[in-house]
C-alpha cells in the first residue's frame, strides 16, 4: 500500500526540518522530498525488519533482555548512562529517572558538542533568539567556527541566507554574511566576507573585536593572522545591523580554549545589543542533543556530565563526562541510548566500552551496538513513533509515529528497565 | 623525522552520508581514511595526490591517503570518524571535551606510496 505523509520532521540535525514530505510503500519510505541529502538517507535507508534484541550475540525475548540488562545495572558499582541525542525528550526523562534510582552518571553527547557552550551559557548568559526570528529579521549572518553548508545542508535555505521573511523580504540581498573559520569551507564560499584565522586564536580575535566594539583603542595591527583594521569594519558592521546573529560551532569549543572562546562570543553578542538587537545560536549537530541539555536541565538542574552517587545530582565536566571517565576506567557499566561513543570518542576512552558490560538501545546497527552484551533495536523516533524533539534554537517539535513498526520505543524499553530495577 | 603540523578533525557531508549507509560502509571507510593537505606544503614535502602518509600524534598513529585540501599552509584536516579517534588524545582540560582541533602532528610518507597506482 503507498501514501504520501506530509510535515515529516527529519530528526538527523538540529535543523528538525519539519517540512518534508514522504512517500512509502508499505512499511518502507521510497522518496523524502525537500530533504538534504543526509536527511534522504537517513529517511529513505532505515531498516524496517523488526528485530529482536540480543544477549550476548544470541537472539531472546524482550522481556529476557530487559532482565539482564537490568541484571547489569543493579550489580555496577559505578554504571553510565550516555548518548540521548537521537531519541525523544520522553525517552530522555525516564533516562534521567534511572540515572537517580540507580545513582549513576549520566551524560550526553553535549560533553564532546556543545558542553563548553553550556559551561559559558552559565558563566556569561545567552542573548538568543528563534530560527523563525533569524529568517524574518536578520540582516547579518555571522558564522563563526561552523561550516553549516556541510554540516547542515538546509539551514541556508530555511533559516540563514537566502529565505525570504518578513523584513528580509529580498532574501539574500537583504543580508550581509560574514564567516570565520581558519579554512575556506562550502559556507565560507557563500559569505561576502571571510576572515580566515590562524588555528587556536579565536579568543584573541574576539577579545579584541569586543575592544573594538566599544571603541577602545587597540595596540596590534594584526591578531590571529587578521588586520585590526578589517576587524574594525566587522565592529562597525556589528554595530550598524538591524538584527544581528552569530551562529557558532565546533571551532570555537573543540578548540584551544574551549569554553573561554564561546564565552567571549557571548559577551561580544551581550554588549552588541547596547548598540543593536543581536543574538547568538549554537550549531546543535544531533536532531535532539538541545532536547538533552534541556530535559536533564528541567530535572537535575545541569545540562550534561551528572552524577546522582551521593542521592542527589552533581555536575562535574570532566568528572562526570563519559570521555574521561572510560578513559579514567571509573566505570563498570553502561547504558548507551541511541548514539555510538564507541565510534566517536578518542580511541583511549572509547576502549573501555569493550571491557565493561555494555547495554544499547539503538534503532541501527553501530559499532557500540557490535561489541555490547544487550542490544534493543528499537524504534526510529520520528518514523516508529511519535515524541518530540528541541530544534537547535530550544523550539519543540512534535515528531509524527509514521509506521506501526512493531519495534518498541526507547521510553518503553527504559520504563521496562526502571520497573525492573525498582 | 617528519613534517611538524597541526591537524584538526570535523564533519564532512560525505562522511555524514557515509555513516548512514553504515560505518562498515566502503563509502563511510572512504570518506574518513583521508587526510586533507594544503597544496604548497605537499609539493614542498614532495607529497603526492592520493598517496599514502603516516600521521603521528601523542595519542596514536595511522596510515591514511592525502587530498588536496583548501587549507592554509601548515594545516591538515582528517574527517571525525575511526582514523580521527586514533589521533585525538583523551585530555579534556576539566570540560568533558578532548582537543578535536589543534592537535600538534607529525606526518612521515610512507614507503607504500601512491595508492592509485
Known amino acids: 500500500m503507498s501514501a504520501v505523509v506530509e510535515h515529516v520532521a527529519c530528526t538527523f540535525c538540529g535543523c528538525v526540518c519539519d517540512d518534508i514530505v514522504v512517500e512509502c510503500e508499505g512499511s518502507e519510505i521510497i522518496k523524502a522530498r ?58 530522555q526523562r525516564r533516562a534521567v529517572e534511572l540515572a537517580d534510582w540507580l545513582g549513576a552518571v549520566i551524560d550526553t553527547t553535549s560533553s564532546v558538542c556543545h558542553g563548553p557552550t553550556g559551561l559559558a551559557m552559565q558563566a556569561v548568559g545567552e542573548a538568543t533568539c528563534t530560527l523563525g526570528e ?101 565592529a562597525d558592521r556589528m554595530k550598524e545591523s538591524r538584527y544581528g546573529v552569530a551562529f557558532m560551532g565546533m571551532g570555537l569549543t573543540m578548540s584551544r580554549g574551549r569554553h573561554l572562546n564561546v564565552g567571549e562570543l557571548f559577551s561580544l553578542v551581550a554588549e552588541l545589543n547596547e548598540y543593536t538587537r543581536f543574538s547568538v545560536i549554537p550549531m546543535r549537530g544531533h536532531g535532539n542533543v538541545a532536547g538533552a541539555d534541556q530535559v536533564l536541565t528541567w530535572q537535575s538542574g545541569y545540562p550534561f556530565a551528572v552524577s546522582f552517587a551521593r542521592g542527589y545530582p552533581q555536575f562535574g565536566p570532566g568528572e562526570f563526562s563519559a570521555v574521561d571517565m572510560l578513559s579514567r576506567r571509573e566505570v563498570d557499566a553502561a547504558l548507551v541510548v541511541a548514539s555510538d561513543p564507541a565510534a566517536h570518542f578518542p580511541h ?55 509506521f506501526a513498526s512493531g519495534r518498541p520505543t526507547d521510553e518503553q524499553i527504559l520504563d521496562q528497565i526502571i520497573e525492573a530495577v525498582k | 623525522m617528519g613534517a611538524l603540523l597541526t591537524l584538526i578533525t570535523g564533519r564532512t557531508r560525505e562522511q555524514a552520508i557515509g555513516m548512514h549507509k553504515g560505518k562498515g560502509s566502503s563509502e563511510y571507510r572512504r570518506a574518513t581514511s583521508l587526510v586533507q593537505m594544503n597544496p604548497d606544503d605537499m609539493e614542498r614535502l614532495e607529497i603526492e595526490d592520493g598517496s599514502l602518509v603516516q600521521l603521528r600524534t601523542e595519542a596514536g598513529q595511522v596510515e591514511l591517503v592525502v587530498e588536496v585540501g583548501s587549507l592554509p599552509p601548515g594545516l591538515v584536516f582528517v574527517p571525525m570518524g575511526p582514523s580521527a579517534n586514533v589521533l585525538v588524545a583523551v585530555e579534556t582540560e576539566g570540560t568533558g571535551m578532548p582537543s578535536f582541533k589543534g592537535i600538534e602532528v607529525e606526518l612521515v610518507p610512507t614507503m607504500s606510496g601512491n595508492v592509485g597506482s
Request: net charge neutral.
Open chain 1, 348 to 402: 583511549a576512552a572509547a576502549e573501555h566500552l569493550g571491557r565493561i558490560p555494555t547495554i544499547v538501545l539503538d534503532p541501527a546497527p553501530s559499532v557500540t551496538a557490535s561489541c555490547a552484551r544487550v542490544v534493543f533495536p528499537t524504534a526510529y523516533y520520528g518514523i516508529d513513533a511519535p515524541g518530540t524533539a528541541y530544534r537547535m534554537d530550544n523550539v519543540p517539535i512534535p515528531l509524527q509515529g509514521i
Open chain 1, 134 to 234: 533569524v529568517r524574518d529579521r536578520a540582516d547579518l549572518i555571522v558564522f563563526w567556527g561552523c561550516n553549516p553548508a556541510d554540516s547542515h545542508p538546509r539551514h541556508f535555505g530555511r533559516f540563514s541566507l537566502s529565505p525570504k521573511g518578513a523584513l528580509t523580504p529580498n532574501g539574500r540581498k537583504d543580508r550581509t554574511v560574514v564567516v570565520v573559520d581558519v579554512r575556506p569551507t562550502r559556507t565560507s564560499k557563500a559569505a561576502d566576507r571571510f576572515f580566515q584565522v590562524n588555528v587556536g586564536t579565536d579568543y584573541e580575535v574576539l577579545s579584541v573585536l569586543r575592544s573594538l566594539v566599544k571603541g577602545r583603542d587597540v595596540q596590534v595591527d594584526t591578531v590571529g593572522g587578521v588586520s585590526v583594521s578589517e576587524l574594525r569594519d566587522l
Open chain 1, 34 to 91: 525537500r530533504a538534504c541529502a543526509v536527511g534522504r538517507g537517513v529517511l529513505t535507508g532505515r531498516d524496517s525488519v523488526v528485530r529482536r534484541p540480543t544477549v550476548r550475540g544470541r537472539e531472546v525475548e524482550w522481556q529476557e533482555a530487559v532482565g539482564e540488562a537490568a541484571s547489569i545495572l543493579e550489580q555496577a558499582d559505578s554504571p553510565l548512562i550516555y548518548g540521548l541525542s537521537s531519541t525523544s525528550i520522553e525517552a
